[in-house]
DNA sequence: TAGATTGTTAATCGATTAACAATC
DNA sequence: TAGATTGTTAATCGATTAACAATC
């Protein structure tokens, strides 16, 4: 509805409709999946250094069409500059603007085992502004202890926690038999994304979002083309 | 360039280009990453004792339209019965075809942190036909354990492992100032897909392909769609 | 039969790409 | 200046969707 590549318009209607987007518009589900890739490489760019980067890195990095690039941020702005590329620190900020993910955004994690550790410990998500608030698991033994600097609480403290700590998002890292209980639970206590690392297909409400990962997946399609 | 939904042709054209896609075609990217999501709901829907599945369903699962799944299938074959669905098992075995991914791959692990024991002692790769062949690791201390029923070896081992084993990927579970190294090891050893959980940018030759998992940049684009 | 769901068409929309002037 | 890279156009290709006849 605001592409600007639309063929077949009148020149009327062409004058209104190419203007770029304005913020309150929302965008399509293929640019902000693409935003959030250029931001993944950005910030991981940042990370090591790097003040400029060009549409063709990003290429590089993202599989994505260096054109397209170009083509998706110039809708919002000239970021970049001829002969140059785009600063790494600036595009970062316009991105997360863009994406309205400039703030901070609180998580809770559910299972403490191998996974549930390595997801706390690490800073994937604390690289983009996600702060893990809590961890919940179900074995008293665990409950009390830290990992990664986050305290393990019991599935009992689910719906006060996700109050009082403003938990946006839901990331499970339990076992599969586990994981529609604790989804049920994150739906009860009004949680609308929920972030799932088990293979359970999770049964939920219309206006919650689910998000299952799944690495063998992409490997199958990885491999297809180098088969093929 | 198969493409049957094409628009403006004339009839004799269309006679010969609406055929279904021989064996021999490569499926577009787009296809193939939709096959393979089909394919992780239907493995998962078998493991549930279901035995037949509608388009309407795989499309609630994958939040791919339901027209575009049925139209992704019939392009291969009537695989459906009209008011029932499709069956599991044979709709699991005919993408498996369509992939060219029915038999057995194999893989090799690095890192025996806690990712990587957590991937090593999950089925989510098993499930879809790939065997960890072996883990590889730094400490010498690990060296010789066993994760999952996979044995822990030294990255010296990595080589001859590729090769025996016959290894067409590498996952790479270990600490982001690691990974470079192990990504040129496994160059060096012929392997043309990585699959990097690290958060490194990697340098690889052009006709290896590198997948970086990134859960924190797939929050970003489903908590746009939340805050917008 | 009645209800459900596939297979397919037709129309529109968005993605992709090559090409290149503008400009750093 | 010369080289590099953006911003933008124009053309094509593939994805998306509604609608519905066919048929289980």
Redesign the pocket.
Known sequence: ?T?????ERTAAETATV?LPLSEGDRL?L??AARLSRYLQVLIQARKMGRETI???ELAEYTH?????I??D??GFG?????????RVESLVSEIRKILHTSGQHNIALFGAGNLGQAIASSDIFADHGFRIVSIFDADPEVVGKEFGGVPVRSLTDLEQVVREDEVVVGVLAVPAQAAQQVADQLVEAGVKIIFNYSEQLLQVPPEVTVHTSSPAVDLLYALYFYLA
Chains 1, 2 share one sequence.
Request: hydrophobic fraction near 25%; avoid cysteine.
């Open positions: 509805m592409d600007p590549s639309v063929s190419d399509s293929g640019v060009s549409s063709q994505i069409n260096s054109t397209q170009r083509r941020l110039s000239k970021f970049g500059k001829r002969g140059v590329g785009y």
